[in-house]
C-alpha cells in the first residue's frame, strides 16, 4: 500500500485531536527537578545515527520536560494530499474545498494521530505554543480553517511523532546520536526538505 493510500485511512485520527494529543505529551511531575527544556529546537541526527528510523532527520521538538520527550520529524514527505480527501475522510463537508497540502511522517510513534505545526499568528483552545514563533495544532477545526483559509499562514501537516522517555533523550544527545540548534520557521515551513538536514546541521550548537 503507498503512503498516499495508507494516509486515507490514517486521516480519521483528527477526530480523536484532543485525547490524544493531551495523552501523547508529557505532564508535570508532582515534583518538578531542574531541568533544561528542548523545546522549541531542532534535533538533528548526527551523521552516525545508528538508528535506520532516524538516519538524516531533522525533528522539532515540541515538549520536553523530566517525564519525557515529543517532537515531529520535519523532512519525511509523504506526498500532498488534497484538502478535500482529509476532510471528507473526517466527516466533514467539501463543497467548495480546493487545494492540497503537502504530508509527513511525523514519527513511528501513533501514526495515525494528525498533528499540525503552524505559525503562532493562529490559535484554538487546544493549541499548544512551542515557543512565540511556532505553535502545534491537532484539530479537525484547523483543517476545516485552513480550507476556508482563515487557519495559520505557514502550515506543516504531520502524522506520527517521535518520543522519548524520563531523560532518554538527553541521554541519546551526550551519546552523540544528536546536535541540537535553535528551531527557525522558515526551516520548518520553507526550506527544500531535501537540503534540511544539511541546512540544520550546519547551525548546530551541540557540537559532537
Do not use: C
Amino acid at each position: 500500500m503507498s503512503a498516499i493510500a495508507r494516509l486515507g485511512l490514517l486521516v480519521a485520527a483528527f477526530v480523536l485531536q484532543t485525547a490524544l494529543l493531551n495523552a501523547a505529551l508529557p505532564t508535570e511531575p508532582e515534583e518538578a527537578t531542574a531541568h533544561s527544556s528542548l523545546a522549541g529546537q531542532f534535533l538533528i541526527a548526527a551523521p552516525a545515527m545508528g538508528d535506520s528510523r532516524f538516519e538524516h532527520t531533522v525533528i522539532l521538538i515540541v515538549e520536553d520536560d523530566q517525564t519525557g520527550a515529543l517532537g515531529i520529524v520535519l523532512n519525511k514527505p509523504m506526498g500532498e494530499q488534497p484538502l478535500a480527501s482529509l476532510l471528507d475522510a473526517v466527516g466533514e463537508k467539501t463543497s467548495g474545498v480546493t487545494g492540497s497540502v503537502r504530508v509527513f511522517a511525523g514519527g513511528p510513534v501513533e501514526p495515525q494521530v494528525g498533528f499540525v505545526v503552524h505559525s503562532a499568528d493562529y490559535r484554538l483552545p487546544e493549541t499548544l505554543a512551542i515557543n512565540d514563533r511556532l505553535s502545534l495544532t491537532s484539530s479537525v477545526k484547523i483543517l476545516r480553517d485552513i480550507a476556508n483559509k482563515s487557519g495559520p499562514v505557514k502550515i506543516l501537516v504531520a502524522f506520527g511523532y517521535a518520543g522519548w522517555g524520563p531523560n532518554q533523550l538527553d541521554q541519546e544527545i551526550e551519546a552523540g546520536a544528536w546536535a541540537t540548534a535553535e528551531a527557525d520557521p522558515t526551516l520548518v515551513f520553507d526550506a527544500d526538505r531535501d537540503s534540511l538536514w544539511d541546512d540544520a546541521w550546519n547551525r548546530r550548537t551541540q557540537h559532537l
